[in-house]
């Protein structure tokens, strides 16, 4: 989606009921196990974990859940072993999306996500099918109330972020992969708290969709996927026309 419909996304997350909340704690947990497996468990010393344990405390993910999140990442629990997997594919209107994976069985999520395709009027495609139409990098979102953009500026760019774009209700910071970590741990210690902060999958280019029935295909096939329990992020270069109101 463009920058305003993901800020719309995050916006109306916020008040998402509490019937989504065991998804949520899922979806984070995975991530957290994935960066105590990847850096350790010592948020301290793991930049990336630290992040992700503020984006659980902020979702009011139970400390419980978050210790043996942790644990099963450094082995000190057992578990399941997750793996990660990037699918690629077309959404009706040629639209281009990539879908991340995190799962304990790889044969079952590529099934699931391809099927989701296929019902929802899209098609899975290969490696590299869509993906160089992306920015594979660091993006943080920072609602304007209060920070100014010169502090933002000053604690992004001496980190390392490689641009910081302004849109009438928040600030888009772009890192590349290696930056990410420095990045949050500026804005961590200068208290700028983002409203979003991931590794995501920004177009390059745009499709526009003025059209109200296809937006509505796109955001089915979207919402599909987003609801599939192995899915972590879905991500498209539709833009779709801000007078068109999807629920």
């Known amino acids: 989606m463009s ?21 949520i704690f899922s979806r984070i947990g995975k991530e957290i196990s994935l960066a105590a497996k990847a850096g350790g468990g010592d948020v301290n010393m793991n930049p990336r974990l630290r992040g992700l344990m503020a984006k659980a405390k902020a979702a009011n ?28 594919g077309y959404a009706p209107g040629g639209v281009a999306v990539i879908v991340e994976v995190t799962t304990d069985n790889k044969n079952r999520s590529a099934s699931d996500v ?5 019902k929802n009027g899209g098609n899975l495609a290969g490696t590299n099918a869509v993906s160089f139409m ?11 109330e209060g920070v100014s ?14 641009d910081i774009k302004t849109h009438p209700e928040y600030y888009e910071v772009i890192t590349s992969l290696s930056e990410y970590d420095a990045v949050a741990s500026a804005l961590e210690e200068k208290g700028i708290v983002p409203d979003s902060s ?8 745009t499709t526009p969709i003025t059209d109200e029935s296809l937006a509505r295909q796109v955001q089915r096939l979207i919402d599909a996927l987003d609801e599939n329990d192995d899915v972590q992020n879905v991500f498209s270069n539709a833009d779709i026309d801000e007078s068109i109101q999807i629920e």
């Open 198 to 205: 991931e590794l995501a999958y920004i177009p390059e280019t």
């Open 61 to 88: 993910m139970p400390a419980d859940n978050i210790d043996r999140a942790i644990k099963k990442g450094t082995g000190e629990l057992p578990g399941l072993v997750y793996e990660q997997f990037v699918y690629e």
């Open 134 to 144: 992306f920015n594979h990098c660091g993006q943080f979102l920072i609602g304007k």
């Open 3 to 23: 920058g305003h419909s993901k800020w719309s996304t995050i916006k109306r997350a916020k008040g998402a009921a509490d019937a989504k909340r065991g998804q």
């Open 149 to 162: 953009e010169d502090d933002l500026m000053e604690a992004a760019l001496d980190a390392g972020a490689d």
């Open 114 to 118: 391809r099927s989701i395709f296929s």
